[in-house]
């Protein structure tokens, strides 16, 4: 743990928007796959959205059209942008990089109040 670091986290209302972002050493963000991944209190780590090296993103259903993974190759840095903030969202939102091993970060905080 801790090659990838999260930033960006906070409180924001229900409707708000947010962008976290996930910064790497180069060895680790040339990996075939970023993704992000989220856990709440008391429920598994749930996959949220990923991002190939050749640019094909996935997303879970459940943010589709409310949440955007992007990618700066020059900085070495990944983001996720959430927009329509929902209760549900909250969690603690991790950054992953995979190839022939797993690159964890330590997690941000995202909290979003009704």
């Known amino acids: 743990q801790g090659q990838l670091v999260e930033s960006g986290g906070g409180v924001v209302q229900s409707g708000g928007s947010l962008r976290i972002s996930c910064e790497a050493p180069g060895i680790v963000f040339s990996v075939p796959r970023m993704s992000w991944w989220r856990q709440a209190p008391g429920k598994q780590r749930e996959f949220v959205a990923a991002?190939?090296?050749?640019?094909?993103?996935t997303y879970t259903d459940d943010v589709k059209g409310r949440f955007t993974i992007s990618r700066d190759n020059s900085k070495k840095m990944l983001y996720l942008q959430m927009t329509s903030l929902k209760p549900e969202d909250t969690a603690r939102y991790y950054c992953?990089?995979?190839?022939?091993?797993?690159?964890w970060g330590q997690g941000t905080q995202v909290t979003v109040s009704s």
């Open positions: 991002i190939t090296s050749g640019g094909v993103i």
């Open positions: 992953r990089g995979t190839s022939s091993r797993e690159y």
